[in-house]
């Protein structure tokens, strides 16, 4: 029989290992969506003109004053910052609610609960 510790560590561990599972299952699903030929793949050429309109302003000014002083490698690097990140909130918030509208057992992987038929990673 477990001790009352023992069910609250428990119940707190398999807390944390939801925790992670979605994180993964969020971050899996961005680095999806963001692929070349994906809907949110930031050096898609509209997607790069979407994020300097809409991204980071204070970035842009700086990557343009850099390069206009030449530092073309900075400058540029600066403009792929401001591109991914626009792109990465998107795509997270995406993939927030497709997770989120998941099992929240098993995060879309496949698990008894969302589907009998599905090997059980939780039990077997
Ligand atoms: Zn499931």
Known sequence: MLEAYEVDLNRHLAKIDREESREQAIESRMEQSMGVGEAYHPCDPL????????????????????????????????????????????????AEADVDGDCDRCFGKGCRRCDPE???????
């Open 118 to 124: 599905e090997p059980d990673p939780f039990f077997d």
């Open 47 to 94: 997607n790069f003109i979407e994020a300097l309109e809409e991204g980071n302003r204070a970035l842009l000014k700086t990557a343009l004053e850099l390069l206009e002083s030449g530092d073309f490698a900075t400058g540029g690097q600066l403009l792929h910052q401001i591109a991914n990140d626009h792109w990465a909130a998107i795509a997270r918030t995406d």
